[in-house]
């Protein structure tokens, strides 16, 4: 039995900045898949960090919670970061939970709230 899988992660490096697609659903049973692929980038300072939403279908307090984690740890790191092309079901669920007034495309990180969660 062939299964398609349901999360999938595609990195795109260049020089000054790592774009990290997301596709599918993000839920407890990827989480940690998730992790593990993107825990080289998240602590390089060096390059801007940004997720692509743009694909992905569902995500669950599991992701979104890996979400707030790598907004602090960049934060923290005084290193951008940024979400860009949520889609609106996601976008809902991120305004639903307060976190949309802390995540923003790169272009407009300067805006984003000083103090995170």
Do not use: H, W
Not at 52 to 61: A, C, G, V
């Amino acid at each position: 039995m062939n299964q398609e899988k349901k999360f999938n992660i595609y990195k795109e490096v260049m020089a000054e900045e790592i774009v990290i697609y997301l596709s599918g659903e993000l839920d407890l049973s990827v989480a940690p898949e998730m992790r593990s692929d993107l825990e080289p980038f998240i602590n390089q300072t060096k390059r801007a960090l940004t997720l692509n939403l743009k694909d992905l279908k569902y995500i669950d307090s599991t992701g979104i919670g890996i979400l707030v984690s790598i907004l602090k740890t960049r934060d923290a790191l005084k290193a951008p970061f940024g979400v860009e092309e949520i889609p609106p079901k996601i976008k809902r669920l991120f305004d639903i939970t307060g976190i949309s007034q802390y995540i923003c495309p790169l272009e407009g990180s300067s805006e984003r709230k000083e103090e995170i969660i």
